[in-house]
């Protein structure tokens, strides 16, 4: 099994060596591997995400183990461009590095030279040679926000190798009940039912949020609409919810803000009527919508919205709803939300809405949008969804600090 997980890795990277001649996210990931110079280091505390949005989620840990133990260095790596190119400056690490293809020289290189006191893997990402190499060296792995479904390959009769995986893990902290009960049902026993460690993260940026004047000078005294992360799927939808109610304010935050993009989406709205959040300038009177051509604002941005709509629901799956529900507002998203918990609980407390089409988003927003007493009431119900699902980060250090 071994064998085969090493020739699946092997060509796995001849694939992105490929695509990489045209594609410029993995040709970033070869050459972010090309240039990882790795410092030495000794008992570091080593955090890998495989993206943005696993460093975000496991943020709330990665701060508080930096203050409760300020004499050991911060190793954070990124398997994917998203991740480290965003993060690679952040002053929350030591040293932040893509994580080498999981080899078994590469693993016993990078964990030698960081020599981690602890590993701490957030959610996904299970690479053998990793896993392998810590337990040889004696090192503390845990998993943390962990959420596991009966369709993953350990389930499987051929995850055998992924399964051994799950072996090498000191310690599971894992998101809900039915993940406790699948890992049980392969024999595990070290595990800890903690939460998402999301809700922490998003409850603290929503307790104090960044202003932003321009956006608040945008919305005025209408009401706002902010869609965030969306694809062109979202955008063609939205930008018909946008015809019929010329009443409100838009806001779309793209999840890619390339120039072609950005100019495709520019051109489904009414002339005049839309800006750049770049090219913004004092006069907002004539603006409906508003296009942020930025990274980085999302998470502020929902602070003045009234409704969210969360993009990604007709491509590969949905985004971070929790950044908007924290705040307090309904949310609509598209049909590929099974894989994520909170969408799930939201829609069984009729505070979010999933939608299949353009039909379906009308009038599921427009009923909100015209009923005042309704968007209250909804709202109320998701900002305390959130508020009763804090605290797996306290419960995941007050564990490790047991056992450290």
């Known amino acids: 099994m071994v064998l085969l997980y090493n020739i699946a890795i092997i060509i796995y990277y001849c694939l992105v060596r490929i695509v990489a001649v045209f594609n410029k996210k993995a040709g970033l990931w070869i050459a972010g591997r090309k240039n990882n110079t790795v410092e030495p280091l000794a008992s570091s505390i080593w955090f890998h995400f495989a993206s943005l949005g696993e460093f975000e989620q496991g943020r709330p840990v990665?701060?508080?183990?930096?203050?409760?133990y300020p004499d050991k260095p911060i190793v954070i790596t990124f398997f994917s461009p998203s991740g480290y190119e965003v993060r690679k400056n952040t002053p929350l690490a030591h040293a932040v590095y893509y994580l080498p293809l999981d080899t078994a020289q590469n693993a016993a290189k990078f964990i030698t030279d960081i020599k981690p006191a602890m590993a701490i893997f957030t959610k996904y990402e299970y690479w053998y040679h990793y896993f392998n190499e810590l337990h040889t060296q004696?090192?503390?792995?845990?998993?943390?926000?962990g959420i596991?479904?009966?369709?993953?390959?350990?389930?499987?009769?051929?995850?055998?190798?992924?399964?051994?995986?799950?072996?090498?893990?000191?310690?599971?902290?894992?998101?809900?009940?039915?993940?406790?009960?699948?890992?049980?049902g392969l024999?595990?026993?070290?595990?800890?039912?903690?939460?998402?460690?999301?809700?922490?993260?998003?409850?603290?940026?929503?307790?104090?949020?960044?202003?932003?004047?321009?956006?608040?000078?945008?919305?005025?005294?209408?009401?706002?609409?902010?869609?965030?992360?969306?694809?062109?799927?979202?955008?063609?939808?939205?930008?018909?919810?946008?015809?019929?109610?010329?009443d409100w304010k838009f806001i779309i935050a793209p999840h890619e803000i390339g120039e072609e993009k950005i100019n495709h989406l520019m051109g489904l709205l009414p002339k005049d009527s839309a800006a750049r959040y770049s090219l913004l300038n004092t006069h907002h009177s004539a603006l409906t919508t508003?296009?942020?051509?930025?990274?980085?604002?999302?998470?502020?941005?929902?602070?003045?919205?009234?409704?969210?709509?969360?993009?990604?629901?007709?491509?590969?799956?949905?985004?971070?709803?929790?950044?908007?529900?924290?705040?307090?507002?309904?949310?609509?998203?598209?049909?590929?939300?099974?894989?994520?918990?909170e969408a799930r609980d939201l829609l069984e407390l009729n505070s979010a809405f999933?939608?299949?089409?353009?039909?379906?988003?009308?009038?599921?927003?427009?009923?909100?949008?015209?009923?005042?007493?309704?968007?209250?009431?909804?709202?109320?119900?998701?900002?305390?969804?959130?508020?009763?699902?804090?605290?797996?980060?306290?419960?995941?250090?007050?564990?490790?600090?047991?056992?450290?």
Not at 138 to 145: A, G, W
Request: proline fraction near 3%.
């Open 62 to 68: 990665l701060e508080q183990m930096r203050l409760l």
């Open 138 to 145: 004696h090192v503390p792995l845990y998993i943390i926000s």
């Open 148 to 184: 596991f479904r009966p369709n993953q390959v350990f389930f499987k009769w051929y995850g055998g190798l992924h399964r051994e995986m799950l072996k090498l893990v000191t310690w599971f902290f894992v998101q809900d009940a039915d993940s406790k009960h699948l890992l049980q």
């Open 187 to 246: 024999g595990k026993s070290n595990i800890t039912i903690s939460g998402d460690t999301r809700f922490d993260r998003v409850w603290a940026n929503a307790q104090q949020p960044r202003e932003l004047p321009d956006i608040a000078a945008f919305k005025g005294e209408s009401k706002l609409f902010i869609a965030g992360s969306t694809w062109p799927a979202d955008e063609a939808l939205i930008a018909t919810l946008i015809a019929r109610h010329t």
């Open 290 to 341: 508003l296009i942020i051509d930025n990274i980085g604002m999302l998470s502020s941005l929902y602070q003045y919205a009234d409704i969210a709509y969360i993009g990604g629901g007709f491509d590969a799956g949905i985004h971070n709803t929790l950044e908007a529900a924290a705040f307090g507002m309904p949310v609509i998203f598209g049909p590929k939300y099974d894989k994520f918990k």
């Open 354 to 404: 999933g939608i299949n089409n353009e039909d379906e988003l009308l009038t599921i927003a427009g009923s909100l949008m015209g009923d005042e007493i309704f968007r209250y009431r909804t709202s109320k119900v998701t900002q305390r969804y959130v508020e009763q699902h804090i605290g797996a980060t306290d419960a995941i250090v007050k564990y490790i600090r047991t056992k450290h």
